[in-house]
């Protein structure tokens, strides 16, 4: 089988000739760029620095050679610009405060303050304050929250929607050619258009506007999901409005080129339980999801994919509802999420991707053979009659030992029967 039909082939619940593998498609299946840049020189790979395309988790880019080297089944199609604002493009050297030298686009401007944190801007602009912070011993950039016209007896749902609109002629020029090269490959396409993640916590702060208007504060965006339902509701509805008119038009460019689309990434779960009830999910978010979900599915031959963190077991039966094919990272340390609870309650309906191995304890500090066991006992539960993808649960972070990570891929390269 080549890459694309073995995911194919799991996607639609069928046994394929071994598990598939996905690192690097999306913002939530990625791998730090210290660990790229490791992994490259474990696989003896041309010495040369990693790109920093998702710039707010510092994800790298796994180019082709990388990608052959680990046997990734999976290419992203990742959007034109980075959630700070400014466009993968013009790639210039940039070092990180660890040391190590990484490219960075041209736009991607900072700062350091007094406490020698790194201050990095919206659109490259640094004439309005900093959207993000990188902590001077940190890896990755927080959100700063910019909440500078907020006035609760006046809200205007047109201020959270300013980010909005329809897809420009540059971005369908985009994902026109970058479809075309990914299609190439021979791997299954996963693509992330962006504007359908209804309440998306990552984006609510909006790092990509140099002065977003609205309810921009988390806190008080969670606090609306309770008291001002009828706001939020026309939010999502303009925002479900305007998304599917550009999921139209790009699909008129992309085709069937794409197999997987990534809605969303509004997390349902904490460690313990869910951030709101089943009840919420249902008057709130799954109307949006449904429509969005129904056009695809009636228009298209994607599979549509569903991000959510914690405890999200109790939403899976409305996830399932809701029309998502894919379930992802499947937290499977989060309370009531045994793989094999998850395996037999809904593994004929939901794609588990991810879940492969956990990145909160075993792969940053477990031992290699403790990785194995959990990688087989993993691969054992979820990939019985297809419908398995594997990945990590989340993005592999910065200070994952080199040997953890290898260990991981050998165990399923080990499990898959391979050399």
Same mark, same amino acid.
């Given at each position: /089988?080549?890459?694309? +039909?073995? $995911? =194919?082939?799991?996607? #639609?619940? &069928? !046994?394929?000739?071994?598990?598939?593998? *996905?690192?690097?498609?999306?913002?939530?299946?990625?791998?730090?760029?210290?660990?790229?840049?490791?992994?490259?020189?474990?696989?003896?790979?041309?010495?040369?620095?990693?790109?920093?395309?998702?710039?707010?988790?510092?994800?790298?880019?796994?180019?082709?050679?990388?990608?052959?080297?680990?046997?990734?089944?999976?290419?992203?199609?990742?959007?034109?610009?980075?959630?700070?604002?400014?466009?993968?493009?013009?790639?210039?050297?940039?070092? /990180?405060?660890?040391? +190590?030298? $990484? =490219?960075?686009?041209? #736009?991607? &401007? !900072?700062?350091?303050?007094?406490?020698? *944190?790194?201050?990095?801007?919206?659109?490259?602009?640094?004439?309005?304050?900093?959207?993000?912070?990188?902590?001077?011993?940190?890896?990755?950039?927080?959100?700063?929250?910019?909440?500078?016209?907020?006035?609760?007896?006046?809200?205007?749902?047109?201020?959270?929607?300013?980010?909005?609109?329809?897809?420009?002629?540059?971005?369908?020029?985009?994902?026109?050619?970058?479809?075309?090269?990914?299609?190439?490959?021979?791997?299954?396409?996963?693509?992330?258009?962006?504007?359908?993640?209804?309440?998306?916590?990552?984006?609510?702060?909006?790092?990509?506007?140099?002065?977003?208007?609205?309810?921009?504060?988390?806190?008080?965006?969670?606090?609306?999901?309770?008291?001002?339902?009828?706001?939020?509701?026309?939010?999502?509805?303009?925002?479900?409005?305007?998304?599917?008119?550009?999921?139209?038009?790009?699909?008129?460019?992309?085709?069937?080129?794409?197999?997987?689309?990534?809605?969303?990434?509004?997390?349902?779960?904490?460690?313990?339980?869910?951030?709101?009830?089943?009840?919420?999910?249902?008057?709130?978010?799954?109307?949006?999801?449904?429509?969005?979900?129904?056009?695809?599915?009636?228009?298209?031959?994607?599979?549509?994919?569903?991000?959510?963190?914690?405890?999200?077991?109790?939403?899976?039966?409305?996830?399932?509802?809701?029309?998502?094919?894919?379930?992802?990272?499947?937290?499977?340390?989060?309370?009531?999420?045994?793989?094999?609870?998850?395996?037999?309650?809904?593994?004929?309906?939901?794609?588990?991707?991810?879940?492969?191995?956990?990145?909160?304890?075993?792969?940053?500090?477990?031992?290699?053979?403790?990785?194995?066991?959990?990688?087989?006992?993993?691969?054992?539960?979820?990939?019985?009659?297809?419908?398995?993808?594997?990945?990590?649960?989340?993005?592999?972070?910065?200070?994952?030992?080199?040997?953890?990570?290898?260990?991981?891929?050998?165990?399923?390269?080990?499990?898959?029967?391979?050399?």
């Amino acid at each position: /089988m080549t890459s694309r +039909q073995r $995911v =194919l082939t799991t996607l #639609n619940h &069928k !046994t394929a000739d071994k598990i598939p593998m *996905d690192f690097g498609g999306t913002g939530v299946t990625g791998i730090h760029i210290k660990i790229v840049a490791a992994l490259r020189d474990y696989y003896g790979l041309e010495k040369r620095p990693v790109k920093a395309f998702e710039p707010y988790q510092m994800l790298g880019l796994v180019e082709d050679d990388l990608a052959e080297a680990m046997g990734i089944d999976v290419v992203g199609l990742h959007g034109r610009k980075t959630l700070f604002g400014f466009a993968n493009e013009n790639w210039r050297e940039f070092r /990180m405060p660890w040391g +190590q030298v $990484v =490219l960075v686009p041209e #736009n991607f &401007k !900072t700062t350091v303050d007094e406490k020698g *944190d790194l201050l990095i801007y919206p659109e490259g602009d640094t004439g309005v304050p900093p959207s993000g912070r990188m902590p001077y011993d940190g890896y990755f950039f927080d959100t700063i929250i910019r909440q500078n016209h907020f006035n609760e007896n006046n809200l205007n749902p047109e201020d959270n929607l300013e980010e909005f609109g329809l897809v420009s002629e540059d971005d369908l020029q985009y994902y026109r050619a970058e479809t075309e090269r990914l299609a190439q490959t021979g791997k299954a396409v996963i693509a992330g258009f962006g504007g359908i993640g209804f309440g998306d916590i990552a984006l609510v702060p909006a790092p990509f506007l140099k002065d977003p208007r609205g309810i921009r504060d988390i806190m008080e965006w969670y606090i609306s999901t309770a008291i001002r339902q009828d706001y939020i509701h026309k939010i999502f509805d303009k925002q479900c409005e305007i998304g599917l008119e550009n999921l139209q038009r790009i699909h008129a460019v992309v085709g069937d080129d794409i197999d997987v689309l990534f809605v969303c990434g509004t997390d349902f779960g904490t460690q313990t339980s869910g951030f709101c009830s089943t009840d919420t999910f249902n008057s709130l978010y799954a109307l949006y999801y449904k429509r969005i979900n129904n056009w695809v599915h009636e228009n298209t031959k994607w599979k549509t994919f569903k991000h959510s963190c914690g405890a999200v077991e109790m939403f899976m039966p409305y996830f399932i509802e809701s029309g998502f094919d894919i379930i992802n990272p499947v937290q499977c340390s989060a309370a009531g999420m045994e793989p094999e609870k998850l395996k037999y309650r809904y593994g004929d309906k939901l794609v588990f991707w991810g879940g492969g191995i956990d990145t909160q304890k075993t792969l940053p500090f477990g031992m290699p053979e403790e990785i194995r066991e959990e990688v087989f006992r993993r691969c054992e539960v979820f990939s019985k009659d297809g419908g398995f993808v594997f990945n990590a649960v989340h993005n592999i972070q910065a200070n994952t030992p080199i040997k953890n990570v290898v260990a991981m891929l050998n165990a399923l390269k080990e499990f898959n029967g391979e050399k």
